[in-house]
């Protein structure tokens, strides 16, 4: 009488998530689940709770190495149609989700978001994320399409400096004239 789907493995195969649409206890909609291995077999799935699922549709949970989860909703607020959102989990709690706003989220659906880079590669890598995303926007090339982001570190730099300190002639006075830079 559940109709489930949207399976997200955890790469180290310590839980997953998974939508489940109508199920008892649920608040509505489509709803995030996660599931955890007890003895060979997945224990009792657990709602992710009213932080996350709303009376509206979460779909298409994926936690990226950050540890972020990132979904899909059309319940919590947003730009129009699905959005994207980013919750931290702190202990066993996944905490309100904020909206990752435009560009990625846009007046239509907008789903499926998978991190491909979460971190830069060295201190000379100015790209920090890169990641793909679904989207049926305007001016698309058919109903639902793929589109790529990255974010680019725009303040890192590099600073090579020397930095003098005077020596006066008399080491007392500093209105002494100067003598020397150490």
Request: hydrophobic share 35%; aromatic share 14%.
């Amino acid at each position: 009488s559940v109709n489930v789907g949207q399976p997200y493995l955890s790469p180290d195969g310590k839980f997953m998530l998974f939508v489940a649409t109508d199920a008892p206890l649920g608040y509505g909609g489509k709803d995030i689940y996660i599931v955890y291995p007890e003895w060979g077999e997945w224990g009792e799935p657990q709602s992710l709770g009213n932080a996350i699922n709303t009376s509206g549709n979460e779909m298409f949970p994926y936690v990226a190495d950050d540890g972020n989860l990132y979904f899909s909703s059309d319940g919590h607020t947003g730009l129009g149609g699905l959005d994207l959102f980013k919750a931290k989990k702190e202990g066993k709690i996944w905490k309100e989700p904020v909206n990752l706003g435009p560009p990625v989220n846009s007046g239509f659906d907008d789903f499926g978001l998978i991190i491909e880079k979460s971190k830069p590669a060295n201190s000379e890598d100015f790209i920090k994320r890169i990641g793909f995303f679904t989207s049926n926007r305007a001016n698309g090339k058919g109903g639902d399409d793929l589109y790529k982001f990255s974010e680019r570190n725009e303040n890192i730099f590099t600073l090579n400096a020397f930095v003098f300190e005077k020596v006066f002639e008399n080491p007392n006075d500093p209105n002494s004239k100067v003598v020397d830079f150490k």
